[in-house]
């Protein structure tokens, strides 16, 4: 069975254009997974303009036992000053998960300016300061998966660090979809990158940029164990309903 884990960074961007609590980032966790949902995704980046720290404590507190909680940020990124009212510093990625101790962190090379994650590790330059990070998280019992692209040797890399799974950055494959250009040669690269995960021990995940239309030749990918989807999904939840959308993403997922 392939997992969903829904991405709730979009829910908060919507609450975080009011000043409200309306709509609750918990209160649509627990709808994810009364729709058979598996796990619940956040990306709390320190400018807080989606998930807050609190949403992470939060959910923490809220999550039923045995779902996968799974925090992604830049392992390299300290504290932050927080300038909006009612809103927390951000304490820095480490310290924040370090405090909660989620199911799995997955690490991302993201940058404060970036509008989106858009690229993989290079463990060639990176290697012993994630390595460091990895095993700081393990030793608390957290799983870690590092934010890949599809590139055999960094996945190579990837295993020397300690971490437990990969999740690849799938953007190139969605992208090939969307133009209909080179889409099996783009996802025979995942294949391989997904063979190569395989044969160095790691699990696999993937995500970004997913959606109902290209998932469901993108499951070829071999080992699959989890992809994370969330603009998507909340797009399409617009359309179909929130509960509809992961019933029907499920489905895709596992015909």
């Not at 990176?126 to 990070?133: E, I, K, N, Q, S």
């Not at 700081?136 to 055999?152: H, N, V």
């Amino acid at each position: 069975m392939i997992a969903l884990s829904v991405n709730l960074n979009k829910i908060a961007l919507i609450r975080n254009s009011r000043d409200t609590t309306n709509p609750s980032v918990p209160h649509h966790a627990q709808m994810c997974l009364d729709a058979g949902a598996d796990g619940i995704t956040v990306h709390p980046r320190p400018d807080q303009r989606h998930i807050r720290v609190q949403d992470c404590f939060d959910l923490a507190a809220r999550l039923p036992e045995g779902v996968e909680f799974n925090i992604e940020g830049n392992p390299m990124t300290g504290p932050r000053n927080s300038d909006r009212k009612g809103v927390s510093d951000y304490p820095g990625f480490m310290a924040l998960v370090k405090e909660i101790r989620p199911a799995q962190c997955t690490l991302v090379p993201d940058g404060d300016g970036q509008l989106t994650s858009d690229h993989g590790f290079d463990l060639k330059k990176d290697g012993d300061t994630v390595a460091l990070r990895v095993q700081e998280l393990k030793a608390l019992g957290i799983r870690t998966s590092l934010f890949m692209d599809p590139d055999p040797e960094q996945i190579k890399l990837a295993a020397q660090t300690g971490a437990d799974r990969i999740e690849l950055y799938t953007e190139s494959y969605a992208n090939a979809w969307r133009r209909q250009e080179n889409v099996e040669a783009v996802l025979r690269q995942f294949i391989e990158a997904a063979e190569v995960a395989t044969d160095e021990g790691l699990g696999l995940n993937a995500g970004h940029d997913l959606d109902l239309h290209n998932l469901p030749r993108f499951i070829a990918v071999p080992g699959l164990l989890e992809v994370s989807i969330g603009h998507a999904l909340t797009v399409d939840a617009i359309r179909m309903g929130l509960a509809e959308t992961v019933r029907a993403y499920k489905a895709v997922l596992n015909p």
